[in-house]
C-alpha cells in the first residue's frame, strides 16, 4: 500500500513557532534567537510564504542529537563540547587555567 502526501502530513504535522516552541517547552522568542543569533544551532525549520513551521520529525531528532549518554559510572560519552569544540574533562580530574608562579626580584 502506497501513502500518499496527506497521510504523511498527517503523520509528520507541521507545527507553528508557537506550538514548537511549547513541544520544546522554550519560549518562543529562543527559537527566534537559534535563527538569527546562532544559526545552523536550533532545529531546522520550513518557510512557507512569509510564515516558519517545524517539522515533528526534525523537532525530535533535534533533541536527540543532543541528548547527554553516559556510561556506567556516570560520565558523559560525547566526546567533545559542543559549545567550545574543545574535548570533555572527566569530571573528576582538576584543571587549571595556569600555574602560579612566584615573582622574582
Known amino acids: 500500500m502506497t501513502t500518499n502526501g496527506a497521510d504523511q502530513l498527517i503523520s509528520n504535522p507541521l ?3 508557537d506550538e514548537a516552541a511549547a513541544y520544546l517547552s522554550i519560549p ?3 527559537l527566534y534567537t537559534w535563527r538569527t543569533r546562532r ?3 536550533g ?3 520550513i518557510r512557507l510564504g512569509g510564515a ?3 517539522r ?9 542529537a543532543r541528548a547527554e549518554h553516559f556510561d556506567g559510572d556516570g560520565t558523559p560519552l ?8 574543545k574535548p570533555l574533562q572527566p569530571r573528576s580530574a582538576t584543571v587549571t587555567s595556569r600555574q602560579s608562579n612566584p ?3
Open 52 to 54: 516558519l513551521r517545524y
Open 56 to 64: 515533528l520529525t526534525d523537532l525530535d531528532a533535534w533533541i536527540e
Open 103 to 105: 615573582r622574582r626580584r
Open 28 to 30: 518562543k522568542g529562543t
Open 15 to 17: 507545527l507553528t513557532m
Open 78 to 85: 560525547h566526546q567533545n563540547d559542543s559549545r567550545r569544540g
Open 39 to 41: 544559526p545552523g544551532f
Open 43 to 45: 532545529p531546522s525549520a
